[in-house]
């Protein structure tokens, strides 16, 4: 039997008129609902802040994978063992591999020593008691070295908490994996590569992942992150972020082409948030993209809730450098735009429906919705903003374009943006409040 509730609110008023106190019932009829409400009302904003991405919902435990950090050996300590003799030198091959130029060449001196690097992992690497991690590398010797690569996962104390070996490599570019068990729970653990005999080991895409990951996707996302983020039942999720979209100039803006396919040619790029607080600098901070635009999507999918991707309008952060593309070069950004909505929505026979296919999904992903800029403002805004509507309402109307008015809630900017953006076709309006 269903019960019905009602809930009587009794609002006692203090204003006395001749001594007599007025009291108020409001009754809510809980079972009752008068109107819907969307869905659509409440997301989740992901900010590449904090080790959001890196070192947060992205669960890589190796921090500067591929040695691309300004500083190549940050996150990296050498390791001399048994009174060892050897030598780190970090080679950049940019002409033959541009998207990721340096690997780690690693050179022991005699057969009887053991030289290698040891990695901290985001602030220690948060590891578990009986939970296996899968490692791999990409390595190629020089000369015909019998060289071992042992993996060590050493505690907070320095004790080793879990082990493995690789062996045979040869002198071509190989990925090799393997695997262990960690026998002790730590969140400050760290990684060691040794090197054992002599010869040189030439070390890229340094790589460890715990085996359980969300939807058992290899290499994929924390799964304890993103069942807490499943429990928020989403309507949206807008991706992949705010201020990292725009960039600290153009150059360093989020461009999602880079951000898919195989990860060792995804370029890395320093994050926004890496020099933004003068008095929180995180010169670690750096974006691998192993959580790119693809992995954005399936995040989409699997909670059920509506991507809502952001794209750079040709406008860098104006609390920053404020570069803007010149209105008769912004073609690229508005093409990426076009493309990106192709990507996320084209049939298998289009250039980047077949991509999203070879990718892993071939289905559509059902885009309806597309952010143009962040929290710009000004007539700037304005002249790209126009340039962007006409071109995907004429190509895809049935996208619903969210323009932005500014950072603020209200202010000569806001009020501008929103008088401006009446006389066009934006189908929703983000406003960026920042307030105590």
């Not at 406008?315 to 990106?340: G, H, K, R, S």
């Not at 143009?372 to 190509?395: C, M, V």
């Not at 950072?407 to 934006?426: A, I, M, Q, T, Y």
Request: one cysteine or more; a neutral charge.
């Amino acid at each position: 039997m269903k019960k019905i509730f009602i809930i009587n609110i009794i609002i006692l008023c203090t204003i006395s008129i001749n001594n007599a106190q007025d009291s108020k019932t409001i009754s809510i009829l809980a079972n009752k609902p008068y109107s819907k409400i969307e869905p659509t009302m409440w997301g989740i904003f992901f900010e590449d802040i904090n080790f959001a991405a890196d070192g947060g919902l992205y669960a890589e435990l190796v921090k500067n994978k591929s040695f691309e950090f300004y500083q190549p050996l940050m996150g990296w300590k050498e390791l001399k063992l048994k009174n060892s003799n050897g030598n780190v030198l970090i080679i950049n091959r940019d002409i033959e591999n541009p998207n990721n130029p340096r690997f780690a060449s690693i050179t022991s001196n005699c057969d009887t020593c053991a030289f290698g690097l040891s990695n901290e992992g985001f602030r220690g690497m948060g590891v578990f008691k009986d939970m296996t991690y899968d490692f791999s590398v990409l390595a190629m010797t020089e000369g015909d070295a019998a060289i071992v690569m042992k993996i060590e996962l050493i505690n907070s104390s320095g004790e080793k908490i879990g082990e493995s070996y690789i062996k045979g490599f040869t002198n071509k570019w190989k990925k090799y994996n393997t695997s262990f068990v960690s026998s002790q729970t730590d969140a400050k653990a760290k990684l060691n590569i040794i090197i054992e005999g002599k010869g040189t080991l030439n070390i890229d895409m340094v790589s460890l992942f715990p085996r359980v990951t969300w939807k058992g996707r290899p290499n994929g996302l924390r799964k304890d992150l993103v069942e807490m983020l499943a429990g928020l039942k989403p309507g949206f999720i807008r991706f992949p972020g705010g201020c990292i979209v725009e960039g600290h100039e153009l150059a360093t803006r989020y461009q999602w082409k880079k951000t898919i396919g195989n990860i060792e040619d995804r370029k890395l790029i320093i994050n926004r948030w890496n020099t933004e607080m003068r008095n929180r600098q995180t010169p670690d901070y750096f974006q691998s993209y192993g959580l790119g635009f693809f992995e954005y999507f399936l995040l989409a999918e699997d909670l059920g809730a509506e991507p809502l991707p952001i794209i750079n309008c040709g406008m860098a952060c104006q609390f920053n450098t404020a570069e803007v593309a010149p209105i008769d070069q912004l073609e690229p950004y508005i093409q990426d735009a076009l493309d990106l909505i192709e990507f996320a929505n084209g049939n298998i026979e289009t250039k980047w429906g077949k991509i999203r296919a070879e990718l892993g999904h071939p289905a559509p992903f059902n885009l309806k919705f597309i952010g143009i800029g962040n929290e710009q403002w000004g007539k700037q805004y304005i002249d790209r903003y126009i340039l962007f509507e006409k071109r995907i309402k004429s190509q895809y109307p049935e996208i619903k374009i969210v323009s932005t008015s500014g950072p603020s809630p209200d202010g000569d900017r806001f009020n501008f943006l929103w008088s401006e953006l009446k006389k066009f076709s934006p189908d929703l309006i983000d406003e960026h409040y920042y307030k105590n």
